[in-house]
């Protein structure tokens, strides 16, 4: 789950990590009485929230010097999509601002943690590059990009902060303080289930104060039970409405930029069926899994959720049927065809438990139901009736 960036800063100063003041806004008039009540001449700036990178870049974040400048700005992001390198042409509506004191900023890092599966480790990332795009640093010099691994058992130790200290070229007045917040940064990672922190930039202003200017972080679903405060961080105006009804039931949902529609039993189906889609030619729209316990119920509304993707123009079912049984499938198929107008090819391939069952309850449906007896034989066949 992701949260804005001054929701990620709320827990940042849970944690002791320093940060800028800052007031929330939802409207114009509401930015210039948080400019008034952060208090001073300015500047101040103003930033949207929303869960995609590249605000700048886009216009999401402007420096104020003055009252009627917050007002211009916030109105103007406010006003339109905004879009950035991760949102896409299409942007994403901005409905929450940022408004934030301004500071003197000497210079500018990258700090970032996040999970190494691979060594069941945290990985801490630093960077000189702060400000910038960290992808295009990697790529281009990657040896400007400070990797420790850290044992979540023990947290960070003062030699990995005094490497990066060494790295960044802090003078010795800086160095405890340094160590003291990437201590706590690390903490915040443990202690919140979090599987991405990044503070892009974590500055030195010029009074030699290190401040996270930046935060984005993103926890593990699995564990936001035992975080009911950062759950109430979930914002559904930043989901695609699809993913929420699959949410709502249960249901294993991806969206991808294809054109066939799957619906599938099972994680494992699922990549095979994506990949034997691939290997026929066509392009996946989407990872839908309804699981081995689903109900009729559950089936007709995975059907809906793929028939109001746009993009799907032939749609796939390929179920095996186990603990899943393929009559309760063709149920739930029927009762979703018969809610709705389907206007694309559907192709069918079931087999296991109850099999001649759910083919006969397809067959006395009246639907205009393309039948496969194997994977590769509906795969083809999807591929052909999606126009690929």
Known sequence: MKIHEYQAKELFRSFNIPTLKGIVAKSADEAVEAAKQLGGQGPWVVKAQIHAGGRGKGGGVKLAKSFDEVKEYASAILAKPLVTPQTGPEGKNVNTLLV??????????????????????????????????????AEKTPEKIVKVHVDPAVGFLPYQARLFAFEFGLGKDLQKSFHKMMSAIVDAFIKTDASLLEINPLVQT??????????????DENALYRHPNIKEYFDPNEEDPQDLEAAKWNLNYIRLDGNIGCMVNGAGLAMATMDIIKFSGG?????????????????????????????????????????????VLAQGIVDAASQISLSVPLVVRLEGTNVEKGREILDKSGLNIITASNMGEAATLAVKHAGN
């Open 206 to 219: 010029k009074d030699n104060q290190m401040i996270a200017l930046d935060a984005k972080m993103t926890f």
């Open 283 to 327: 392009s996946p729209a989407n990872f839908l899994d309804v699981g081995g316990g689903a109900n009729t119920e559950m089936v007709r509304e995975a059907f809906k959720i793929l028939v109001g993707d746009k993009n799907v123009q032939c749609i796939l079912v390929n179920i095996f049927g186990g603990i899943m049984k393929c009559d």
């Open 100 to 137: 934030e004191e301004g500071c003197n900023i000497e210079k500018e890092y990258y700090f970032a943690a996040l999970l190494d599966r691979a060594t069941s480790s945290i990985v801490v990332m630093g960077s000189t590059e702060g400000g910038m795009d960290i992808e295009e640093v």
